[in-house]
T-cell receptor, first 116, second 115 residues
Framework: EAGVTQSPTHLIKTRGQQATLRCSPI?????VYWYQQALGLGLQFLLWYDEGEERNRGNFPPRFSGRQFPNYSSELNVNALELEDSALYLCASIPPPGPISNQPQHFGDGTRLSIL | DQQVKQNSPSLSVQEGRISILNCDYT??????FLWYKKYPAEGPTFLIS?????DKNEDGRFTVFLNKSAKHLSLHIVPSQPGDSAVYFCAADDAGGTSYGKLTFGQGTILTVHP
């Protein structure tokens, strides 16, 4: 069974540009989560998508946004990139019925975003 | 406001001995707790979890203990192996509150197991 896959592995951008990160959940999983891990920090929750809808959002500015497609894959978009956006962005997924069932989130290997 | 804390940034243990990693939380609404292991350049890998209705869960060499009154959980690895060397994160979930649907992570503890 393929795990959570993320692309690209690395992404280099400059300040003010826009970045798009992609995630494919494990087959059968319908909930997708995004986390940011900045250097020296723990994982910070960004967004949760379930059945195509945004269900919860962390303490990040609106320039962090995303969507979930009908096949349950997801995109994270970061607009007006700033130097402090440099981080590892991780995607995770769980199967239905979602977090109410107390199932562990399974993570991809992340996209390393570097802002120059 | 750091709701999940791992106060030990690092831990060094001899191979074959017990590793004990600790985690404290402040939000009494958390009802599901997990431990993840992370190697460099890889995503976190799920290790073991525990629901708040239990105080112990065991899986092979890994045991998680939960003390709800102290808002404390710990991960025991016995016996420790060099391949266990990694960063360990504890995480907490809250099925019914504002944290619903997201994991709150600690800062991580770097475990080094020496041969």
């Amino acid at each position: 069974e393929a795990g959570v896959t993320q692309s690209p592995t690395h992404l280099i951008k400059t300040r003010g540009q826009q970045a798009t990160l992609r995630c494919s959940p494990i087959s059968g999983h319908t909930s997708v989560y995004w986390y940011q891990q900045a250097l020296g920090l723990g994982l910070q929750f960004l967004l949760w998508y379930d059945e195509g809808e945004e269900r919860n959002r962390g303490n990040f500015p609106p320039r962090f946004s995303g969507r979930q497609f009908p096949n349950y894959s997801s995109e994270l978009n970061v607009n007006a990139l700033e130097l402090e956006d440099s981080a590892l962005y991780l995607c995770a997924s769980i199967p239905p019925p979602g977090p109410i069932s107390n199932q562990p989130q399974h993570f991809g290997d992340g996209t390393r975003l570097s802002i120059l | 406001d750091q709701q999940v804390k791992q106060n030990s940034p690092s831990l060094s243990v001899q191979e074959g001995r017990i590793s004990i990693l600790n985690c404290d939380y402040t939000n009494s609404m958390f009802d599901y707790f997990l431990w993840y292991k992370k190697y460099p350049a890889e995503g976190p890998t799920f290790l073991i979890s525990i629901s708040s209705i239990k105080d112990k869960n065991e899986d092979g060499r890994f045991t998680v203990f939960l003390n709800k009154s102290a808002k404390h959980l710990s991960l025991h690895i016995v016996p420790s192996q060099p391949g266990d060397s990694a960063v360990y994160f504890c995480a907490a979930d809250d099925a019914g509150g504002t944290s619903y649907g997201k994991l709150t992570f600690g800062q991580g503890t770097i475990l080094t197991v020496h041969p």
